[in-house]
């Protein structure tokens, strides 16, 4: 048996996983921003007590306990930056978790643990070699290869959000223009419906009538609800997001050709709707025309993705 | 000690490696294109024959035989298809040359080969995780983890000349648009020179005296001679080369995060000249800013490395 814990920006969730990555008990807390790493690893501490002591569990019947976080792991010295709205320096989380429970710790990016998680129980269960991207207010991306994850010599890799498609295009937070993450993330596919529909001529789009004529309400699931339902200005902001998307996955797929590529985050709940529009697009892309190419696929886990990987981490 | 086998458009060379990587013979021949796979293996045969010959060895004396070449290899069935100026279309290159000598035979891409090599006794030697990239008429590309070459499930990986860096941008030979290929390989670089040269106001520019006034001249040694000696023009083209060059260079530490980045090719013979220019735009746009950072380094091997990382696949 595993702990994973997920540390969230509102939620610390921490999870009881069997060796099939199987979710066998979940609990979480609220989580409050602006605390010292002591203050997150308690918390975590206290939510893997409650699960022992409901399940009439020790902590010798744990093999690991594995921390996914927003940030940059340093899985060597088990500490961890973050510079999200979790803010962390270097922070010794695995000494610090070690303090209330002396076992095995891995400390790793959410997104990593996301893809590992699907690559041992969910859409990539299957393959050895697979890349998972989460589509929410980023683009979080884990390469899995042999069923292990990927990050690199510093563990900072797959930040593939990062990939420049548009050269000196639409502002990054990281500081570059054009990242793949400025055209496919969920604020992005908000932003483009935005622009368009500050035009008086696009004033009856049923995106509006949807968001009550309010644009702060417009998301990502309104726009794609207006498109199927065959809204003019919906389906051209879902088009272009798709071309978009489409890009950057065939982008990953080029360099690494895993055997399946799977999509999560809250935009991958359109499912086939929006994964029929990608696929299309990325087999014209790709490099490759012959079989057997990649397949893409839509996350099996959802939210509790990252902690089933955190605890499959000390697999 | 290994044999490798460098099956290029105009050349076969044929090479006995050592266990570390240092190439101890070569030898070569000239290559028709049009040829059938049956010639090709044949004269990759002679040339075996040829070193072990004047060498005085058995080939029971040879662990493996590895060869390279420019398209898509199966190294589990040992067939190649490439689509260049050989063409192999599922050519059973393993099983012909076994018919010569029956021996381990390994087939891989020629970018994968040259990252190999690297990684073995070049410019990586020293780190687990490289990429190598080869600028010529392309950009070949071959990731190297665990010192081991990493092609994807298909050996189709590692296209990442086929990245778009500009979405619609100009039109690359894959198909796609906006290919880093096509911004950063030798003749992006010679027609971007063109391209301003060929405004009335720019004719005295040093690349044209340099050509002798004949546009058909140009290659990239001129451009960066030009450059190097303050030519207006030169220093333009250059400038804007290492820009896209550095997009797709900051791409791929992104999602990879190799400890050495190597960068080969006949540009790279610029040196420091080219790297400098790239080394400072690149730590800007990665998105990792702690350190330890990806090195970027020129590669050690030459035209050598393709023989030397096919020697080093059955290493």
Redesign the interface.
Same mark, same amino acid.
């Given at each position: 048996m595993y702990l994973g814990i997920d540390l969230g920006g509102t939620h610390i969730a921490a999870g009881l996983v069997n060796e099939e990555g199987k979710l066998l008990k979940k609990v979480s807390c609220s989580n409050l921003i602006n605390k010292t790493y002591k203050e997150y690893v308690k918390n975590m501490a206290d939510l893997c007590k409650k699960i022992l002591d409901e399940e009439g569990m020790a902590i010798s019947q744990i093999k690991s306990v594995g921390i996914g976080i927003p940030g =940059?792991p340093n899985n060597t010295m088990g500490t961890v =930056?973050c510079n999200s709205s979790i803010k962390l320096d270097d922070a010794p989380i695995r000494e610090e978790f070690q303090k209330y429970y002396n076992i095995e710790v891995n400390v790793e990016n959410d997104a990593n643990c996301a893809a590992l998680a699907e690559a041992v129980a969910g859409a990539a269960k299957d /393959?050895? *070699?697979s890349v998972t991207i989460t589509l929410g207010t980023g683009i979080g /991306?884990g390469?899995v290869?042999n069923k292990k994850v990927?990050?690199?010599?510093?563990?900072?890799?797959? &930040?593939?959000g *990062?990939?420049?498609?548009? =050269?000196d295009?639409e502002k990054c937070p990281?500081?570059?223009s054009g990242c793949w993450e400025a055209y496919s993330s969920a604020p992005a596919l908000i932003r483009e419906a935005k622009k368009l529909l500050q035009s008086n001529e696009n004033k009856d789009s049923l995106i509006l009538k949807m968001a009550n004529g309010d644009l702060s309400r417009i998301d990502g699931r309104i726009i794609f609800e207006a498109s199927k339902q065959g809204d003019k200005i919906a389906k051209e902001v879902i088009d272009k997001y798709a071309?978009?998307l489409s &890009?950057g996955v065939?982008?990953?797929i080029? /360099?690494?050709?895993?055997?399946v590529f799977v999509i999560g985050g809250g935009i991958s709940r359109q499912g086939d709707y929006l994964l029929d529009m990608i696929r299309s697009r990325v087999y014209?892309?790709i490099?490759?025309k012959?079989e057997?190419?990649?397949v893409i696929k839509v996350a099996e886990l959802g939210v509790d993705a990252g902690l089933i990987g955190a605890a499959m981490l000390g697999k």
């Open positions: =940059t =930056t /393959v050895d *070699h /991306v390469i290869i990927y990050s690199g010599f510093n563990y900072a890799g797959a &930040e593939a *990062h990939i420049v498609i548009v =050269t295009g990281c500081g570059r071309k978009y &890009e065939a982008n990953i080029n /360099v690494l050709m895993p055997e014209e892309k490099y490759t012959s057997p190419k990649t």
